[in-house]
């Protein structure tokens, strides 16, 4: 990408979407464009035709997204269905039939199957049955994906997409129902150290491993991979290391300060047993992550002290 190339930047309040924009900047690019929800609805055709018709950008970072935890997939499968196809369908269509030079396309871990050979490369998509819990999120990430990949065919494109494993850090969502797993561990442990909680309970047995990035590490990683990269293939982004929730929870208490007890209700989901990508195509590529899991939760935990509304979404 120029350095005074435009660049739009779709989902840029969210915490991928601000990490990249902060990455950006970082390095020089000045020129980026953003909307928010109120002045462009990515769900509607006509409006995003009209800004890609009026604004022509030349390189394109697709966020946007409609995400959450398990229980919020579990409650709205139609709603992370409809609105993630359309808003993807929609940005990558519009995009290519105003010439962008180049887009790059966010997608999720849970595009895998769910018993996936382990660590996950990425020629795994698509040959066994995915998770129940995000099948409706992973449908449409997986039908963005592979738009992507037959716009390459058909005509030429240079669009590529990239799957980030499991993400933290600045801007997370700490919703109590609505959140993934790591920032509702640091909120739940937060609220019980300053309410005096004697006993948490933890959805599961606590044996599930999962493999977490810090969301600025991504965003570096999106920039690079926009410089470096072009292909049909996905590229996986994550650090190739995984932890137990349970370590998981465990070292969450240790950095928010909860000296109280834990306990694992084992009649709540486990989710996926276990998800930790195959990074050595992003390695050879020559790209590896900074922020180790420990320095990352206290990035995160200082972020949610200083911004407690956030706590509210």
Same mark, same amino acid.
């Given at each position: ?8 930047v779709?989902?840029?309040?969210g915490m991928?979407?601000? #990490?990249? @924009?902060?990455? $950006? %900047?970082?390095?020089? =690019?000045q +020129?980026?464009?953003t909307? !928010?929800?109120?002045e462009?609805d ?5 409006e ?5 018709e ?10 946007a ?16 269905m409809y ?7 929609n940005?990558i ?10 887009l790059q396309?966010?997608?999720s871990?849970?595009i895998?199957?769910k018993?996936?050979?382990?660590p ?10 995915l998770?129940p ?6 449908? #449409?990430? @997986?039908s963005? $994906? %592979?738009?992507c990949? =037959?716009l +390459?065919?058909?005509y030429? !494109?240079?669009?590529i997409?990239?799957?980030?494993t ?13 959140s993934h ?19 948490v ?9 999962r ?13 690079y ?5 072009s292909?049909?293939?996905?590229v996986n982004?994550?650090?190739g290391k995984?932890?137990?929730?349970k ?5 969450v ?13 084992v009649?709540k989901?486990d989710?996926?047993p276990?998800?930790?990508l195959?990074v050595t195509?992003?390695?050879k590529?020559g790209?590896e992550?900074?922020?180790d ?9 200082q972020?949610?002290l200083?911004?407690?509304m956030?706590a509210?979404?």
């Amino acid at each position: 990408m120029e350095k005074n190339a435009k660049i739009y930047v779709a989902g840029h309040r969210g915490m991928v979407g601000s #990490a990249i @924009i902060r990455e $950006l %900047k970082q390095q020089g =690019y000045q +020129n980026i464009i953003t909307k !928010t929800h109120k002045e462009l609805d990515l769900c509607s055709q006509k409006e995003v035709q009209k800004f890609f018709e009026e604004e022509k950008p030349e390189y394109v970072f697709l966020a946007a997204a409609k995400v959450g935890g398990i229980i919020a997939n579990q409650e709205g499968l139609a709603d992370f269905m409809y609105e993630n196809m359309m808003i993807e369908m929609n940005v990558i269509h519009s995009a290519w039939e105003s010439g962008c030079k180049k887009l790059q396309f966010l997608g999720s871990s849970c595009i895998y199957p769910k018993m996936a050979e382990q660590p996950i490369k990425e020629t795994s998509l698509l040959t066994s049955a995915l998770e129940p819990t995000n099948e409706a999120y992973a449908l #449409a990430k @997986i039908s963005g $994906l %592979k738009y992507c990949e =037959y716009l +390459n065919r058909q005509y030429g !494109t240079d669009y590529i997409s990239v799957m980030p494993t499991n993400l933290y850090g600045p801007n997370d969502n700490y919703h109590p129902t609505h959140s993934h797993v790591l920032p509702a561990l640091i909120r739940r442990f937060h609220e019980a150290k300053m309410n005096q909680i004697e006993e948490v309970s933890c959805w599961g047995t606590g044996q599930p491993l999962r493999e977490f990035l810090y969301v600025d590490d991504l965003a570096n990683a999106c920039v690079y991979l926009m410089n470096n990269y072009s292909g049909n293939e996905t590229v996986n982004v994550g650090t190739g290391k995984e932890i137990s929730i349970k370590d998981l929870t465990e070292l969450v208490t240790k950095i928010v300060g909860y000296e109280g007890n834990i306990q694992w209700d084992v009649t709540k989901p486990d989710g996926t047993p276990r998800k930790l990508l195959d990074v050595t195509k992003l390695k050879k590529l020559g790209w590896e992550y900074k922020v180790d899991l420990e320095e990352g939760i206290r990035l995160a935990y200082q972020d949610f002290l200083e911004n407690p509304m956030r706590a509210e979404r």
